[in-house]
């Protein structure tokens, strides 16, 4: 079983910036797709972004793109989200996912694609 802890959430005003962590015990951390979705009060969980096992592809939802970065270290077992140009529709809890997957380059968009959940970290944009 994997374990993934989400932190670096908070309260933030339009326009500021969040970094999301999410340290993971997987033994073999580079042999796993991640990715970050967010869930609106009320609403379904929403992809936000995927990065492939070695970091080298990454795909993001249009609505962040170019204000949201996702990026790996495998070294120390732990996927990032730096999120700029926050704007209150950001607001959601933000959990991390992972994959363990054969394909190297694999990015992945979907929800049932993932095998393992965070518990999620609050962020909220005041306007």
Known sequence: ???????????????????????????????????WFRQAPGKERKFVAAISRAGD?????DSV???????????????????NSLKPEDTAVYYCAASQT??????????REYDYWGQGTQVTVSS
């Open 102 to 111: 054969s394909w190297i380059s694999a990015v992945l968009t979907g929800e």
């Open 57 to 61: 592809n990454t795909d993001t939802t």
């Open 1 to 35: 079983h994997v374990r993934l802890v989400e932190s670096g959430g908070g309260l933030v005003q339009s326009g500021g910036s969040l970094r999301l962590t999410c340290a993971t015990s997987a033994p073999l951390f580079a042999m796993y797709a991640m990715g």
């Open 65 to 83: 793109k170019g204000r949201f970065i996702i990026s790996r270290d495998n070294a120390k077992k732990t996927l990032y989200m730096e999120m």
